[in-house]
């Protein structure tokens, strides 16, 4: 059974910095693109990062555009998500989902973590 986890949420004041963690069970990550989303109170879910499986290459939302840093570690069947200068608007539960497209529209995925929840104070 497929399995994401993610991990590495947590509260940050603005300007810090966290590093989130999605680990598969199961199956090989590098074979999926892997997207990270998030979802604020009231908010729909959105896309944040994503990164293909083919070439590696990547993409983010304008929002977190030289903030956020997306990479993989085949070798931990592990993919990051780098968040640095965080403002409370970033406050949200991040989810990272695999599929076979890397975009940032969340219905193209086919398999999702359970979230990890981050808040930024401000």
């Known amino acids: 059974q497929v399995q994401l986890v993610e991990s590495g949420g947590g509260l940050v004041q603005s300007g810090g910095s966290l590093r989130l963690s999605c680990a598969a069970s199961?199956?090989?990550?590098?074979?999926?693109?892997i997207g990270w989303f998030r979802q604020a109170p009231g908010k729909r879910r959105e896309g944040v990062s994503c990164?293909?499986?083919?070439?590696?290459?990547?993409y983010y939302a304008d929002s977190v555009k030289g903030r956020f840093t997306i990479s993989r570690d085949n070798a931990k069947n592990t993919v990051y998500l780098q968040m640095n200068s965080l403002k409370p608007e970033d406050t949200a539960v991040y989810y990272c989902?695999?599929?076979?497209?890397?975009?940032?529209?969340?219905?193209?995925?086919?398999?999702w973590g359970q979230g990890t929840q981050v808040t930024v104070s401000s």
């Open positions: 990164i293909s499986s083919s070439d590696g290459s990547t």
């Open positions: 199961a199956f090989a990550l590098d074979y999926y693109a």
């Open positions: 989902a695999g599929g076979l497209v890397a975009t940032l529209f969340p219905t193209e995925y086919d398999y």
